[in-house]
């Protein structure tokens, strides 16, 4: 029996065995790309060919129909093991289509027929013409929940000015998603989505990102000066601007939990490694194998632990996030619940993010001098493996006090 993370429905299935395929394709150029820091535009043309991009597109606009965010999960960290940088910027696109679609279903069940059928004809265009979407949603110096990039009303709509940065995919993308500010008052704001298409003036994808590890993710700035956009392309309006956990927690869970589990897929990559180096790798005059050696059996039984650890976890908390998407289907939660489960996506995102590190530090040891150079897989996974604490939505420290605070019944704004 192997115990690793598996699918809960049969299209999580075929999305899953999609994303195995690839992975073995991928990992064959992902070293050129981390070397060379380019986009692997050939890596999405396949995942473009094979349906996998329109994995949570429903069927009716010719994707495969992944709802269960679980599912998603599962099949972004299999992509990983061949190349992270390609899942997280797959990752990008995909739990984008997974958000948009829900919000299509939650504006038909509550009446909202013209924005429903907005969002239906983008979906349409997305899946027939092969639109890659790129959502940035991270600005320098503020946090998610207090976007500085502002949309200020004009006539028939709104002119759009900021800058993002982490911008994923944004190599291959035709249709920018970025999280602004609408101003409601003196020094007042509601949160909303802009929908941008790569050819509105003003918009500049910048060729900046130069980074120690997810190297080929194309995580670029993208600048928008003075950008004009119709009134219907500002979208999710809603009165969150600078609160936790309230209206934002279906695009949280949706769009940094298939993310957490890329580095799941990191590790168990390393794990493999390792276990194939010391299984067949011989050292020393009697060319005992290492594999033999009892300091190396502890430090493969660490990696087991923490293996199983990090994907137990994953697997809790990505079944219990699939059940709330299910239960707030049509309706915002109550800020309340979402706090709770929101601490939860923290602690796992703590653990995996740190066991991951871990378990390709120890995969290195047991690998030898070997693993420091540049050319060597576990250098690149370790690279790769370290991005996992800088990402959104809270650096390690603020995620002690978010999860500190809620489990204290606390007020869970950060202290910034």
Request: aromatic share 8%.
């Amino acid at each position: 029996m192997t115990f690793e993370l598996f699918p809960t429905t049969e299209a999580g299935r075929q999305f899953v065995a999609l994303a195995e395929q690839h992975a073995t394709d991928f990992a064959t150029r992902a070293e050129k790309h981390d070397r060379e820091g380019s986009f692997p535009f050939e890596n999405f043309e396949a995942l473009d060919k094979s349906g996998f991009m329109a994995a949570a597109l429903p069927a009716e606009f010719g994707g495969m129909g992944v709802e269960s965010i679980y599912d998603i999960m599962v099949g972004i960290s299999r992509l990983a093991r061949g190349d992270a940088s390609t899942a997280i910027a797959a990752n990008m696109h995909i739990t984008g289509g997974s958000a948009i679609v829900r919000h299509m279903r939650r504006c038909e069940t509550n009446g909202d027929d013209k924005t429903a059928a907005l969002i239906r004809a983008l979906l349409q265009q997305v899946a027939k013409n092969k639109l890659v979407m790129c959502f940035p949603t991270t600005e320098a110096g503020t946090d998610l929940n207090s976007p500085m990039m502002e949309a200020v009303p004009t006539d028939g709509g709104y002119i759009l000015n900021g800058r993002k940065i982490f911008g994923t995919i944004s190599p291959a993308a035709h249709l920018f998603f970025p999280i602004v500010r609408v101003p409601s008052g003196p020094e007042q704001f509601l949160t909303a989505t802009a929908l941008v298409a790569r050819d509105v003036p003003g918009v500049e994808v910048k060729d900046n990102w130069d980074s120690l590890g997810m190297r080929a993710s194309g995580s670029n700035d993208v600048i928008f000066t003075n950008c004009f956009i119709p009134e219907e392309r500002l979208f999710a309006k809603r009165e969150s601007y600078g609160k936790i956990g309230k209206g934002n927690t279906d695009f949280a869970l949706i769009g940094y939990l298939p993310l957490i589990a890329a580095f799941v897929g990191i590790a168990e990559t390393a794990r493999d490694f390792a276990v194939n180096v010391v299984q067949t790798q011989r050292k020393g005059r009697n060319l005992k194998r290492l594999c033999d050696r009892v300091p190396i059996q502890h430090f493969i039984a660490e990696i087991e632990i923490e293996l199983a650890a990090s994907r137990a976890i994953t697997e809790r908390v990505g079944c219990a996030a699939a059940a709330f998407l299910r239960k707030y289907a049509t309706e915002d939660a109550p800020t309340d619940e979402a706090n709770l489960l929101n601490k939860e996506v923290q602690c796992m995102k703590y653990v995996v993010n740190r066991k991951a590190i871990d378990i390709v530090d120890k995969a290195m040891i047991v690998c030898g001098g070997a693993a420091y150079m540049s050319k060597h897989p576990l250098a690149r996974l370790y690279r790769d493996v370290r991005a996992g604490p800088f990402m959104q939505p809270f650096a390690p420290y603020e995620a002690f006090e978010y999860i500190g605070k809620i489990a204290l019944g606390l007020d869970p704004q950060i202290d910034r």
